[in-house]
């Protein structure tokens, strides 16, 4: 009996030496359920469909040892706010309710997903006569300086 009074008191003393800090899980809101299309539009530059069709495609699910990895959407969420704001990571960050380092690695793997998939939606014309035409619509619309 004496020997587990000595071990409970031996516990507890350690216990108060080295303190374990406490897990804290957040709750994420998804911010395509809070936000009106508009306002999702505002804040990301693309409509709701469009971030869905992002998270499908670039498969941005992450192997970690992490309990409780950061969701796609969020991670998507956060690279594109980050990307169509230009605001820092802090603030991006506090917005989605995640880590400033969590922001900066959703950006690199946002933006190495999207690099992966550029030529499946960005192409040039190699034809000539078509770049011509490309170039003079393109001039016709932004103006030359």
Do not use: W
């Not at 299309?37 to 709701?48: A, G, L, Q, T, V």
């Not at 380092?101 to 999207?114: G, H, I, L, M, N």
């Amino acid at each position: 009996m004496a020997d587990i009074e000595r071990r409970l008191r031996r516990a507890r003393y350690l216990n108060e030496l080295f303190p374990m800090d406490r897990r804290v899980f957040r709750d994420r809101t998804n911010p395509l359920e809070t936000l009106s299309p508009m306002e999702i539009r505002e804040r990301y530059r693309f409509f709701p469909e469009t971030i869905l069709f992002l998270v499908n495609m670039l498969n941005l699910e992450r192997a970690t040892e992490c309990s409780c990895p950061l969701p796609p959407l969020i991670s998507t969420l956060a690279a594109l706010h980050f990307l169509a704001t230009g605001t820092h990571h802090i603030v991006t960050a506090g917005f989605h309710g995640i880590s400033r380092s969590s922001v900066s690695r959703a950006v690199k793997q946002f933006t190495d997903s999207v690099c992966l998939h550029i030529n499946d939606f960005v192409f040039f014309p190699n034809i000539e006569n078509v770049q011509r035409t490309v170039q003079k619509q393109f001039y016709n619309i932004a103006g030359a300086y």
